[in-house]
């Protein structure tokens, strides 16, 4: 339990006044990140915000963001958001909290670590080469390529062949419709037909149950050929995995959940942070030949390595500032469990406290020009110099993103890669929104590119 401070109580939280009764609920649903980044701009690094009949709390101070995902984290438990991830996911490890979660997370980590996580490398470097293959076919005839689908499937496809040791190819294209739905039944709530029972036959509960079916179905494919032939670092895992109170291996809901849950977590994420990246690098020119320059000398035409990353630092860099300006979870929610203080304000017990990575990550008060994109910030000079909870891409303390060095892999080697091959621009006149109210930052639309080979290079080729 925390003790709150003797003046905290009598302090009031800043924070917009809104409109009598909705409070801020009209700004928050017209644009939620620009209402937030607004809020942080007029009311400092924590603030109430009311919505309706709720307040919620916005902390983006450093101090504050630690405490609640580190410090005091046991007092700030998943937000009812959490809830609607379960309609999909059941309970898996992005879902429950206690002895469940701890001994689910005990359970599949060794397939994160850092040395299981560098042999994920010639999943990512072949996945990229079928997909540029693909890329210098319809570059020669001229066709455009929607990034948005190009990204998913090689998430995808690098995913479930390295951790699950399954091809899933030939599902790609149902599989996309499928995790499209998922994300708007996840992120996307408060309309009438989201609050009728799940048994009643609307369009919505009809096309959950058809994803329900169809992921049901991969995860069976996936368990089946893990029995034939044994492959899939995380599946031999799961398959082995037990209940450490009774000893019972996990029962098929809770295997298949954790499979839906990494599935879906582990690929959605990973192919949103890769699209900005190339699209700032499209955007960017001086930064696009900086990394060319590098991928171009340190590889000399031949594919990446996970030990080839320490002599890589632009492009490491490229993608921290991408998952800086355009952090995928952009937002998400804690409850307060006991009535706590941050910053000096108090904190009711049950009120929800957002962090937002993407608020935090453009404070002015920690980064120069932020809304700018310059990857030299993450030199280690000015790294050095600033505070540690400025930047959480991936979250923080014990619930910080279990994925994080295999998604931190996968995007190095695919951005040299894809920069090793081609340069891109977006089609004139194609304006990319992200999505406002859902917590993934998509783009709202398809995103599609032109593609330029770089004069018939082969870089990271096997015939290189
Ligand atoms: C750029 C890519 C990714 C980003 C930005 C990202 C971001 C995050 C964040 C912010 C959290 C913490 C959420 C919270 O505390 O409420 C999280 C949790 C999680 N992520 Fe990731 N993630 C990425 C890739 C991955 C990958 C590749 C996997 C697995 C293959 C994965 C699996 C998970 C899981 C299972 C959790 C829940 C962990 C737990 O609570 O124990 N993520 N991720």
Known sequence: MTLLSPTAGSRQVPGPRGVPVL??????KKST????????????????????????????????????????????VRGQLYEQFRIVMGDGLLTTDGDYWKAHRRAVQPAFMRKAVAAIGPYTVDATNEMLDDWEERARRGEPVDLVAETLRLTLVTLSRSLFGFDVRPSTPVLKDVVDHVIEVMFKHGTVTEMMPSWMPTKRNRLIARD??????????????????????????????????????????????????????????????????????????ASREELEEETDRVLAGRAPTADDMDDLPFTRNVIDESLRLYPPIWI???????????????????????????????????????EAFDPHR?????????????????????????GNLMALLELRIAVAMISQRFRLSLLPGDFVRYGDTSISLRPLNEVLV???????????????
């Open 33 to 76: 990140a620009e209402f937030l980044l607004r809020t942080q701009r007029d009311h400092g690094e924590i603030s109430r915000i009311k919505l309706g009949p709720q307040n919620v709390y916005l902390v983006s101070d450093p101090d504050a963001v630690a405490h609640v995902l580190k410090g005091n984290s046991a007092n700030y």
């Open 212 to 285: 329900r079916r169809i992921l049901t179905r991969l995860v069976d494919d996936v368990r089946e050929r893990h029995a034939a032939t044994g492959e899939g670092r995380l599946m031999e895992l799961i398959e082995a995995a037990t209940d450490p109170a009774t000893g019972a291996r996990w029962s098929d809901e809770e295997i298949r959940d954790e499979m839906l849950t990494i599935y879906l977590a582990g690929h959605e994420t990973t192919a949103v942070a890769l699209l900005w990246t190339l699209l700032s690098l499209a955007n960017q020119p």
């Open 450 to 464: 032109t593609l330029h080979p770089r004069d018939g290079r082969r870089g990271g080729r096997k015939d290189a």
């Open 332 to 370: 998400y929610p804690r409850d307060a469990v006991q009535a706590d203080e941050l910053g000096g304000y108090p904190i009711p017990a049950g009120s929800s406290v957002l962090l937002s990575p993407l608020v935090s990550h453009r404070n002015p008060r920690y980064w120069d020009n932020p």
């Open 23 to 28: 409070g801020s609920l009209p700004q928050w």
């Open 378 to 402: 993450f030199d280690p000079g000015p790294s050095k110099d600033r505070p540690k909870m400025t930047y959480f891409p991936f979250g923080a303390g014990a619930r910080m993103c279990i």
